[in-house]
């Protein structure tokens, strides 16, 4: 089977629904009424909260005409992340919030941080992403819409730190050409969130062929540019307006310029200096005096 939109699947299990044995229904209700958790859950938790058994949820993702609850998840996530339109999405936030006063939305905020910094994927990936940044020759870092503002701060910040980096966004100029300079010795972070760019996805997919390492930062392993990533870092999006939470992911970044720092200290403080003595001997900062 495979799921055009998410409608047609729901309408496929409410129809099917008055057929079905006790737990299967207790399964087609909750597809039903949270299929938006559905990308973020394995078989084994999603039988937790509905309280049925790993294959109760299996045989009925089969009896959909799926091959398992790993191709039904795929398809889910590609409809609810991908197919969602704007407006829609915009509406059921709004919705969320209701008549509470906008300045509530900090919650939202709030539980996206400890959510993406808690998760066991970014505590065991944290060290290996540091490494990486290490080894890297030069470090890309893409992100398109508004995940170009979270590539632009994360290339600034690095490279006052010393790093090398090369910023892959709309105002970079010719990115396919700047993307094609990756090699294997150099590093390549994405940010990416639904709904996702093509051309995210196309230079993800030329750093995967070119033997690039990859790191992505995601709202779910699952996207297409995840897909392509050696190590992912997972970012709770969840949003009170019509656009994903960026919260979770500038959480990460301070998360990893503060461990940069930490292990090359004192590099990064010469690095610094050499480029604030530069800025002052040149007058481009301001000072008190009014002068520049």
Known sequence: MVIKN???????????????????????????????????LSVTAMAREIGVSDTTIIKYCMQLGFSGYGDF???????????????????????????????????????????????????QNYEALLDALDRAETIYIMGFRSSSVLARFMSLSLGQIGYRTQLLAPEAGDLYEL??????????????????????????????????????????????????????????????NNVPSLTGAVGLISLVLTGCGQRHREKAQEHMKRVEGFLSENHLLYTPDGQC
């Open 179 to 240: 993307s094609m300079r990756m090699t294997p010795k150099d590093l390549l972070i994405s940010f990416s969130f639904s709904r996702y760019s093509s051309d995210a996805v196309l230079i993800a997919q030329n750093a995967d062929m070119s033997g690039v390492p990859h790191v992505a930062f995601a709202d779910t392993m699952l996207s297409p540019v995840a897909a392509k990533a050696d190590l992912t870092m997972v970012c709770e999006v969840d949003s009170c």
């Open 6 to 40: 998410i409608d047609g699947l729901l309408t496929l299990i409410k129809n099917s629904y008055e057929t079905l044995a006790p737990a299967q229904k207790s399964v087609a209700r909750y597809i039903v009424e949270s299929y938006q958790n559905i990308p973020f």
């Open 73 to 123: 998840k795929r398809q889910v996530t590609n409809a609810v992340q991908v197919n969602a339109d704007w407006h829609s999405r915009f509406e059921t936030h709004l919705d969320s919030v209701g008549t509470k006063s906008a300045y509530s939305t900090y919650e939202t905020e709030v539980k996206n941080l400890q959510g993406t910094f808690s998760n066991p994927i970014n505590q």
